[in-house]
Nanobody
Framework: QVQLVESGGGLVQPGGSLRLSCAAS????????MGWYRQAPGKQRDLVAR???????NYADSVKGRFTISSDNAKNTVYLQMNSLKPEDTAVYYC?????????????WGQGTQVTVSS
């Protein structure tokens, strides 16, 4: 069994910063990619940023230059540094991992953490 546990969400004013963390635990043989998705009320869940085990990254156009994804492979942890936050960044942020667990390919999700950008 694999678990993803997120932390770091909260309420922040426009222009502020937050850092999200997500730690994967359990029976993990290898993690191929980890990433962050977000879902605003009434909208679909969209990719925010993703990082491979080799360090390659990709971002949604809406967050390029403001958000930075990084990872600590030894700790199976991914981070999302969010700067210059805007009200439209308000959403539930979900951690995702594409990994191999007990020889089974798993698409794992965290429980989500709320990010609210408001004055």
């Amino acid at each position: 069994q694999v678990q993803l546990v997120e932390s770091g969400g909260g309420l922040v004013q426009p222009g502020g910063s937050l850092r999200l963390s997500c730690a994967a635990s359990g029976s993990i043989f290898i993690i191929y990619t980890m990433g962050w998705y977000r879902q605003a009320p009434g909208k679909q869940r969209d990719l925010v940023a993703r990082i491979t085990s080799g360090g390659s990254t990709n971002y949604a156009d809406s967050v390029k230059g403001r958000f930075t994804i990084s990872s600590d492979n030894a700790k199976n942890t991914v981070y999302l540094q969010m700067n210059s936050l805007k009200p439209e960044d308000t959403a539930v942020y979900y951690c995702n991992a594409d990994l191999l667990s007990a020889l089974v390919r798993v698409d794992a999700w965290g429980q989500g953490t709320q990010v609210t950008v408001s004055s």
